[in-house]
């Protein structure tokens, strides 16, 4: 039996980093943030202490500059997973005997003309136990990072969507944009995750608006899954080249789609909440509102099959170079869905 414990999103200011020594500040800021709001969960929870720890995709670098992102100011910020800096988190996954989850570039040696936006967990061990290379990284007009699928014939499918095993549960990740899809949380539901890590990266303008995607995209992929997502975003980081484009708002949701932690601004600081696996596990079991038991996989997969949208094998022998690559394949892409009748070309642009 798992007893229900504490999780916590850490919503941690990001420096832009240009190189390692930025790099080693904001590991050092996250290591300071986990001394001290271990702290405030002791304080606030009546002397309880986190099972689970996660942090902000990019918490260890930034994305670069912003208006002149390349594959070579970005690729220089990748890092070894394991590595350094994870050796340095994992220190603290056994001081505290959590697990700890985050997101960075990740330089990977059998693809040496690529880099990776990687999720990790880290176990109270000190041991990297998973790693998710994020899918929706290149078909997005923010990264240069790779995604498995622009190398997905040299890819084993059985690592697109890893699920670790664990005492607190089945742990599983998405990163940011992957939020936009709900197949990626599909997948991961399927591969058995209960947990669902979603470390976030500023994407906008802190607007009501984009607050409330934010919301609803979390909530529906716990709803739809009947599992639990934590999503631990950036706070304003006025040291980046992002600003204050973070909306903040690190929040807990639980297996029915219900907020049970949030933050209300994008201020420096944690959220946490109480995650009862045993819970979940029996929504899981009952007949009553099972959507995973009620699924016609057969029916979707049929109409999913032979279809290609955003193209695989996109950029096989190196990573895309700039961000002109995106938007050319997906000019293209729109322009091959129009002439497909998949969709249709407005009256007037």
């Known amino acids: 039996m798992i007893k229900p414990y504490i999780a916590m999103a850490v919503q941690a200011k990001v420096i832009s980093a240009t190189g390692m020594a930025e790099v080693r500040q904001n590991l050092e800021h996250a290591l300071k943030l986990i001394d001290q709001y271990m702290k405030g969960v002791w304080q606030l929870s009546g002397g309880g202490t986190p099972k689970l720890v996660t942090f902000p995709e990019s918490f260890l670098h930034g994305y670069g500059p912003m208006k002149t992102r390349t594959y070579e100011t970005n690729s220089k910020l990748a890092l070894r997973i394991p590595g350094e800096e994870t050796k340095a988190l994992g220190e ?3 001081q505290y005997g959590f697990y700890l989850a985050g ?9 040496p003309n690529h880099f990776f936006n990687t999720g990790f967990i880290i176990s109270p061990e000190g041991e990297v136990v998973l790693k998710y290379r994020k ?3 290149s078909n997005n007009n923010i990264e240069i990072s790779a995604s498995p699928v622009d190398v997905l014939s040299r890819y084993e499918p059985k690592d697109l969507f890893p699920v670790v095993k664990t005492p607190i549960g089945n742990l599983g990740m998405f990163i940011c ?3 936009w ?8 539901m399927i591969n058995g995750a209960e947990v669902m890590i979603r470390p976030m990266g500023p994407s906008g303008l802190p607007t009501v608006s984009e607050r409330e995607w ?4 979390n909530r529906g992929r716990a709803y739809e899954n009947l599992a639990y997502v934590i999503a631990p975003n950036w706070a304003d980081s006025p040291d980046s080249d992002y600003g204050s484009s973070s909306s903040g708002c690190s929040m807990i949701v639980d297996f029915r789609g219900n907020v049970i932690s949030q933050h209300t601004d994008s201020g420096e600081w944690f959220v946490m909440g109480a ?3 045993e819970a979940l596990r029996r929504a899981r079991s009952q007949i009553f509102m099972n959507y995973i ?7 979707y997969a049929n109409v999913f099959q032979g279809k290609t949208f955003f193209p695989p094998n996109a950029f096989p022998e190196r990573n895309k170079q700039s961000q002109d690559e995106t938007w050319a394949i997906q000019t293209a892409t729109v322009e091959r869905l129009q002439r497909e009748g998949r969709l249709e070309r407005p009256s007037s642009t």
């Open 293 to 299: 038991a009620q699924l016609h996989m057969e029916v």
């Open 214 to 217: 934010w919301i609803l995209q």
């Open 181 to 188: 899809f709900p197949e990626a949380a599909r997948c991961l």
């Open 177 to 179: 944009y992957d939020g």
């Open 92 to 94: 603290k996954c056994k």
């Open 135 to 137: 899918v929706n990284a």
């Open 275 to 277: 995650i009862d696996i």
């Open 103 to 111: 997101a960075a570039f990740e330089k990977v040696d059998e693809f």
